[in-house]
């Protein structure tokens, strides 16, 4: 089976992540170099995967390594569309982090020149593929909880005062850029449906870099569907991760586990009408009992790295990937939108370091 060559760019956290992931699909993929701008991070710091593969101080250094394939980036956000466009120019497979591109002008251009290297840029919305939300996502679409109204997704990271670069607006930094793009990108697949408004507030609360920590965005979907989006760094008491609530029931995920409370199929509800006079003394509907079925459901057996199995399937077979480049593109719009309608700015002023 063909190999892919692989080097990643920016060693750090989410370099090792990249490294842990393709590391261990030793069939597909071969970790074969890696590029830092800190030469104490390539000797001290660098991931296990990678302590044996050529080490490059610049990313323009290790694409003239022989024979690579492909490159990941893992590098600060405002370098994500300027490396990957590098990589492509330069004959290469780029996969970008998450987020893809700090506004919707820079994605364009990026798309554009991907268009002329079909089959070499890849986005790592990894968090589609995550168990718990294929299964909920399965739920919902099987009609058990009836017409679907409703779409929470929430995360917190914890109260914390967090002081790294991911805080500084500088580096495009805060929790809307950094979760946004996971959150943003499991309530289209939920919606369904093209987004046809948007809210947002989008705030710091305790964080020490000038990057909000807390973010609320209500997107309505045309088919009437409406997600609900919160990610805080701020809260000392989280909620559910995931809530669907439909016509006939309410799913939701929370603390490792997947429920459902809904009305038994084969209940059939009546054809009721609305009593106008003095309301009874307490408070309900007297003329039906309804039957619930709780129920609780196994997350699948699914690794996010599925992600790179379907990479390698189109670059290697030609079978489409899940990932759509646009939907990337209405992923990098709406924060955009949601920054602009918040009046939360982000100050680019950015000079790289790769």
Known sequence: MEKLKVGIVGVGRIGGNHAEEIGGMPDKFELVACADHDPERLVKDVPEQLKNVAKYPSLEEMLKHPGLDMVTIGVRHPDHVPMAIQILEAGKIAVVEKPVATSVAEMEHLLAVAKKHPHKLFLRHNRRFEPAFIKVRELMNSGLIGEVQYIKLYRSVGFCRRNDWMT??????????????????????LLDSPVVDLWADVRRVVSIGDGDDLFKILLKAENGRLADIEVTGANTMPGREMEIIGSRGTIVYSDGKIKARYIDPSVELKDLKPHPENPPKR??????????????????????TVLWTYLYDEVTKGIPSPIKLEEGLETVRITEEAFRKSGFKPILNYHSKA
């Open 283 to 304: 408070y309900g509907n007297f003329d039906e009992t309804l039957y619930f079925v709780n129920a609780e459901y196994e997350c699948p057996k699914i690794s996010q």
């Open 168 to 189: 500084m607006t500088e580096f495009y930094g805060g929790l809307l850029s950094n979760w946004g793009p996971h959150l943003i990108d499991q309530a289209l697949r």
